[in-house]
């Protein structure tokens, strides 16, 4: 079946835009989750949303970064204000929620902020 | 908290040399370790996993063994081709997290293979 889709694939923004990323996740998969890949930084856990529970936000670096899921399936990644620093790939990944089951990625967003 | 440590790279091997990439964590509890590959131009993808002490993970001629011991996940494959020029990340999830297993990654290390 389908894998995980992510959109835009590439997203050039203007300092202090504001952007919104999307994730479709695998049907029927329950878990979902946002990371961030940057050069500095490596790859980073952002938020994690698990059926109706309320999201583990802990990785989200400021309170510029929101993110929510409707439906339980489709999910937005929304970056206020943007600042140069938030350019890097946002990487959706998503599991059918069971413990440690394996998360499959998307082919990631790639936000240039300029 | 929970870390990984991959060695530094990059790594440039000739086609049909013997590969080990190293990779220790720190964790609380039994974590299950992970290794994902980025190819060029594409997304992360899973490599092989192990989930308790002396679980051995293996794919595509790679394997790596799951060691409480010394901490270390290290990757191995005995003859590596020029389709394995990737980026190569270990990775571990903490069981205690329950049904939130979110991964922590080491920085990642690029192969490449010359023919």
């Known amino acids: 079946g389908a894998g995980v889709s992510q959109s835009p694939s590439n997203k050039v923004t203007e300092k202090g835009k504001d952007v919104e990323l999307r994730c479709d996740p695998i049907s029927g998969h329950t878990a979902l989750y946002w990371y961030r890949q940057s050069l500095g930084q490596g790859l980073e856990f952002l938020i994690y949303?698990?059926?109706?529970?309320?999201?583990?936000k802990s990785g989200l670096p400021s309170d510029r970064f929101s993110a929510e899921r409707t439906g339980g399936s489709v999910s937005t990644l929304t970056i206020q204000r943007t600042q140069q620093e938030d350019s890097a790939v946002y990487l959706c990944?998503?599991?059918?929620?069971?413990?440690?089951?394996?998360?499959?990625f998307g082919p990631g967003t790639r936000l240039l902020v300029l | 908290g929970n870390s990984v440590t991959q060695m530094e790279g990059p790594v440039t091997l000739s086609e049909e040399a013997f590969l080990t990439i190293n990779c220790t964590y720190t964790?609380?509890?039994?974590?299950?370790l992970f290794w994902y590959v980025q190819y060029p131009g594409e997304g992360l993808q899973l490599l092989l996993k192990?989930?308790?002490?002396?679980d051995k993970g293996s794919n595509k001629g790679f394997e790596a063994t799951y060691r409480k011991e010394t901490t270390s996940f290290h990757l191995e494959k005995g003859s590596v081709q020029v389709s394995d020029s990737a980026v190569y990340f270990c990775?571990?999830?903490?069981?205690?997290?329950?049904?939130?297993?979110?991964?922590?990654f080491g920085k990642g290390i690029t192969l490449s293979v010359r023919p």
């Open positions: 964790a609380t509890g039994y974590p299950s």
């Open positions: 949303f698990q059926g109706n529970s309320a999201p583990d």
């Open positions: 192990a989930t308790k002490a002396d």
């Open positions: 990775a571990l999830s903490d069981q205690y997290g329950g049904a939130n297993s979110k991964l922590t």
């Open positions: 990944a998503s599991s059918s929620g069971q413990t440690q089951e394996t998360q499959y």
